[in-house]
């Protein structure tokens, strides 16, 4: 799994840097998204980042990427709603 968490000052900015990753994975936290882990995604976002952003960035604003290994995934502790994600949804 990818962890890719970002701030950006400029609305638009970072409107467009979550619509991006959306076509990747999904949000966790407002500003931060769960990405399936592949090197050709995780490529393609520090190539977008690296191209496209990081000339742009301001005072405060960053991106961060955390790659999570699988051993690691049993280790992450989720309460309230993100206790659930990964539980499938059946709907009657």
Known sequence: MIIVSYDFSDDKRRAKFAKFLER???RIQYSVFRIKN??????????????????QFE?????????VCEGCMNNIKRYGSAAYEDDDVVFL
């Open 24 to 26: 990747f994975g999904s």
């Open 38 to 55: 592949s090197k050709r995604v995780l490529d393609t976002i520090v190539a977008e980042v690296d191209n496209e952003y990081k000339n």
């Open 59 to 67: 005072g405060t604003d960053s991106v961060v990427i955390f790659r």
